[in-house]
C-alpha cells in the first residue's frame, strides 16, 4: 500500500474515536481499513473449498475483484455489449442537478462498492457547486483502490473532503453512519444489488434502513428486465473480456492457493432465466478431470460439461422495484430513467419509524 502523508490509516472500529470524523477532517483524505481476526487468504480458501464441494459447484462473485479483476470490470464497462454503465451515466448526466437538489444542504454522500467512483463524479461535482464543501465516504473491499481513488478525486476537487472505509460495506455503513450527524445519502451505483437474490437484496436493504435516519436516504441503481437478445450479449462479449472476468477467478486460486485449473479447459458460459429473471454466469468444464489446490490440500473432481456457478445478476420489472422498496422498509420516492428505458435510478426513502423497523 503508498504511503501518503495526507492520509490517516487505522485497523480497528474502536480506534476510530467517537467523534464524528467527517465534522473534524484535518486532512483532505481518512482511509480507515476494517480489522479482521482470520486471514482474507484463509477466509478464501475456505469459502473455495465448500463452494467447489457443493453440488451443483459455486465460487462466490465476491472474488471476482482482486487487483486484475478489477482491472478488467473497468473494461467490461466500456464494451459496446454492456449496456448499464452507460445508461447508468445517461441518467446521472441528465438528471444529477434534479437528484442533488432533492437532497438536504450539506449531506453525506455515502457510496458501496464504490470502486474508481467514475461516474460518482458527476454527482459529487454537481453537489459542490450546491453545496461548495462536500464530504464523500467510498466504501470497497480494496484498500488500495480506495486509496488510489480518494487522491485521484481530492487532487481534482479542492472542496472535498474524503473518509474512506476499507472493508464490507455493514462495517463501513456502521461506522460511517454512527458518526455521522448531518443528513446521509447512501448510494449503490451499478445495479450490484442484482448479484444477491430478491430474498437476500430485501435483507440487507432491511440492515441498512435500520441504520439510517428520517432525512436519510438511498439512491439505488437497478438493472430492468429486458429479452435476453439485450443480456446474454452484455454477459458475454465478442471480445471475450467478460470471459476472461469470468475465468480470472480459477487464475486467482492457482495463484493464492496453489491450484492447477488450465484456462484452457474451461469455458465462459452466460444465460438468462427469463421466468427468475436472471443472468447466470459459469464457468465449465471441457473434459473429465481432477484438478489439486494444493494449500487445501484437496482435489476436485469435475466431468464433462460440469458447471461451476459464479454469479447471478437480477433483473426487476417496475412493479418489483416497489416491492423491494416496501419489503424493506422504505418507500419509492422517485424513479430515473434511461431514454431506452433499460436502467433505474431509484430514491429510497424511509418508510416506517424503527420501532415498526424491527417488527418486520
Same mark, same amino acid.
Given at each position: 500500500m %503508498?504511503?501518503?502523508e495526507?492520509?490517516i490509516?487505522?485497523k480497528?472500529?474502536?480506534?476510530m ?7 473534524? %477532517? ?6 480507515h ?7 482474507p ?6 469459502d473455495?473449498?465448500k463452494?467447489?464441494n457443493?453440488s ?5 462473485s465476491?472474488?471476482?475483484?482482486d ?5 478488467i ?13 452507460r445508461?447508468e451515466?445517461?441518467?446521472?448526466e ?5 437528484i442533488?437538489?432533492?437532497l438536504p444542504?450539506n449531506?453525506h %454522500?455515502?457510496?458501496?462498492g464504490?470502486?474508481s467512483s467514475r +461516474?460518482t463524479r458527476i454527482?459529487l461535482e ?21 486509496? +488510489?481513488t ?5 487532487q481534482?476537487?479542492?472542496e ?5 472505509i ?6 463501513g455503513?456502521?461506522?460511517i453512519l454512527q458518526?455521522?450527524?448531518?443528513p446521509n445519502c447512501?448510494?449503490?451505483l451499478?445495479?450490484s ?7 437476500e437484496?430485501a ?6 434502513r435500520?441504520?439510517m435516519?428520517k432525512?436519510?436516504?438511498l439512491?439505488?441503481? &437497478?438493472d430492468?428486465?429486458k429479452?435476453p437478445?439485450?443480456? =446474454?450479449?452484455a454477459y458475454?462479449?465478442?471480445?471475450g473480456?467478460t470471459?476472461d472476468f469470468?475465468l480470472n477467478? %480459477?487464475?486467482?486460486i492457482n495463484?493464492?492457493?496453489?491450484g492447477?485449473f488450465s484456462?484452457?479447459?474451461f469455458?465462459?458460459k ?6 427468475e ?8 468444464s471441457?473434459?473429465?478431470?481432477? &484438478?489439486?489446490i494444493?494449500n487445501i490440500?484437496?482435489?476436485v473432481s469435475?466431468? +464433462?460439461g460440469?458447471h &461451476?456457478?459464479?454469479e447471478?445478476?437480477?433483473k426487476y420489472?417496475?412493479? =418489483? ?7 424493506s422498509?422504505?418507500?419509492?420516492e422517485?424513479?430515473w430513467?434511461d =431514454? ?5 435510478l431509484n ?5 416506517n419509524?424503527?420501532h415498526e423497523?424491527h417488527?418486520?
Amino acid at each position: 500500500m %503508498l504511503e501518503m502523508e495526507d492520509s490517516i490509516f487505522t485497523k480497528e472500529a474502536n480506534e476510530m474515536g467517537t467523534a464524528s470524523m467527517t465534522e473534524t %477532517l484535518t486532512a483532505p483524505i481518512i482511509v480507515h481499513s476494517q480489522h479482521t481476526t482470520e486471514d482474507p487468504t484463509l477466509t478464501f480458501a475456505k469459502d473455495v473449498l465448500k463452494g467447489l464441494n457443493e453440488s451443483p459447484k459455486r465460487l462466490s462473485s465476491v472474488y471476482f475483484y482482486d487487483e486484475r479483476g478489477s482491472q478488467i470490470f473497468e473494461k467490461i464497462c466500456d464494451l459496446d455489449e454492456y449496456y448499464l454503465t452507460r445508461k447508468e451515466t445517461e441518467i446521472l448526466e441528465k438528471y444529477a442537478s434534479e437528484i442533488i437538489s432533492d437532497l438536504p444542504l450539506n449531506t453525506h %454522500l455515502v457510496e458501496l462498492g464504490s470502486g474508481s467512483s467514475r +461516474k460518482t463524479r458527476i454527482l459529487l461535482e454537481t453537489a459542490l457547486a450546491r453545496f461548495n464543501l462536500i464530504r464523500y465516504s467510498p466504501i470497497d473491499v480494496s484498500a488500495e483502490i480506495l486509496e +488510489k481513488t480518494s487522491r485521484n478525486l481530492t487532487q481534482r476537487y479542492a472542496e472535498l473532503q474524503v473518509e474512506a472505509i476499507a472493508g464490507r460495506y455493514e462495517f463501513g455503513i456502521d461506522h460511517i453512519l454512527q458518526h455521522s450527524h448531518g443528513p446521509n445519502c447512501i448510494m449503490w451505483l451499478g445495479s450490484s444489488i442484482g448479484n444477491l437474490t430478491r430474498q437476500e437484496a430485501a435483507k440487507f436493504l432491511v440492515g441498512i434502513r435500520q441504520r439510517m435516519k428520517k432525512n436519510d436516504c438511498l439512491l439505488l441503481g &437497478i438493472d430492468l428486465r429486458k429479452g435476453p437478445d439485450i443480456l =446474454e450479449p452484455a454477459y458475454d462479449d465478442t471480445r471475450g473480456v467478460t470471459a476472461d472476468f469470468n475465468l480470472n477467478l %480459477l487464475d486467482r486460486i492457482n495463484g493464492e492457493l496453489g491450484g492447477q485449473f488450465s484456462r484452457d479447459h474451461f469455458q465462459h458460459k452466460a444465460v438468462y432465466d427469463v421466468d427468475e429473471g436472471r443472468i447466470e454466469m459459469y464457468l465449465v468444464s471441457d473434459l473429465d478431470q481432477d &484438478i489439486k489446490i494444493e494449500n487445501i490440500d484437496t482435489s476436485v473432481s469435475f466431468e +464433462k460439461g460440469e458447471h &461451476i456457478l459464479t454469479e447471478y445478476s437480477y433483473k426487476y420489472s417496475h412493479a =418489483e422495484i416497489k416491492a423491494l422498496a416496501d419489503d424493506s422498509g422504505f418507500r419509492l420516492e422517485r424513479q430515473w430513467l434511461d =431514454e431506452s428505458g433499460w436502467f433505474s435510478l431509484n430514491a429510497f426513502k424511509p418508510r416506517n419509524t424503527m420501532h415498526e423497523m424491527h417488527a418486520l
